[in-house]
């Protein structure tokens, strides 16, 4: 699945004063990605805040990016919750013409125990027309899928052809890299380990500071994926202070804090989400003029 090779950025939602979204500047977002370097988009992920928006707005949101790539990068959407029943549904009703995979978050809040994960995965595999990223997170599901369930469902199912694993935990990722199917794909949700990842073998990154400087952070990435240790490290440094500070408070506040800084959008969020504090917002506005 070389289309899912590099940095793949998981879009946010921006939205206007009011909370509406505003779809010309999701449209100056997806064209700002695709002119610098991003080699696929997800849409609907956590940082687009997708748990806020109505099954209308993921329509008119996916719509407004499909229209705006006009088929010119991948489409990954995101589809994945705690009820899988309802999770099956979605899938089935769902218009995935011009998707090119669903990226599926590891069930959250109910934390099932490993046989669940696979037995809920599994479900899905099974009605599911197009490929399958699995998605570990467990700083926000509360409950870790382990290697052992995401090898095992590697091996048993072909359309689960990769994961976007973000538990920060080398050790784990390592295993995984060590003992993956030779075509399953490791993906990093973990902006300050993607490069370690990628250069351990890892397919590249879905990640949240890359939407914003895509030029940098694709190309350090690639580096990476040609072992250019030497040459994608400096660039990796560079981009340490804003990769942090997004991070700060909570995700997707801090990265509209840096679309706000380059001019590309609001930092508008919905609750329970609060924009990022003035303190946090001059820093990162000091971290995005440095790298200008």
């Known amino acids: 699945m070389t289309k899912f090779l590099g940095t793949g950025v998981a879009l946010i939602t921006p939205f206007k004063s009011d909370l509406s979204i505003d779809h010309e500047a ?15 988009l997800v849409i609907c992920g956590t940082t687009a805040e997708s748990v806020t928006l109505s099954k209308q707005e993921k329509k008119d949101v996916t719509a407004t990016i499909k229209k705006a790539n006009n088929g010119r990068l991948p489409l990954v959407l995101g589809i994945g919750g705690n009820n899988t029943a309802e999770i099956i549904e979605e899938i089935k009703t769902t218009d995935l013409e011009g998707i090119d995979a669903l990226l599926s978050v590891s069930p959250y809040y109910t934390k099932p125990t490993q046989e669940g994960v696979y037995q809920h995965f599994k479900a899905i595999s099974e009605i599911s027309p197009i490929p399958i990223i699995l998605y570990n997170v467990p700083g926000r599901t509360a409950s870790n899928m382990l290697p052992e369930t995401t090898l095992r469902l590697a ?80 660039i ?52 995005v003029a440095l790298l200008n």
């Open 155 to 234: 091996k048993d199912f072909k359309n689960i052809i990769g994961i976007k694993e973000a538990g920060n935990n080398v050790g784990q990722y390592l295993q995984l890299l060590k003992n993956k199917p030779d075509d399953f794909l490791i993906i990093s949700g973990d902006d300050d380990l993607a490069l370690g990842v990628v250069l351990a073998g890892g397919a590249g990154v879905i990640s949240v500071i890359g939407q914003a400087l895509p030029k940098e952070f694709s190309h350090m990435i690639r580096l990476g994926l040609e072992g250019k240790a030497k040459e994608a490290y400096p």
């Open 26 to 40: 999701l449209a100056g977002i997806v064209n700002y990605n695709v002119d610098n370097g991003t080699e696929y």
């Open 236 to 287: 990796h440094f560079k981009l340490m202070d804003v990769t942090a500070q997004i991070f700060e408070e909570n995700n997707p506040a801090g990265i509209k804090a840096v679309f706000e800084a380059l001019g590309l959008a609001k930092a508008t969020v919905r609750l329970p989400l609060v924009e990022a504090t003035e303190g946090l917002k001059s820093k990162i506005k000091k971290s």
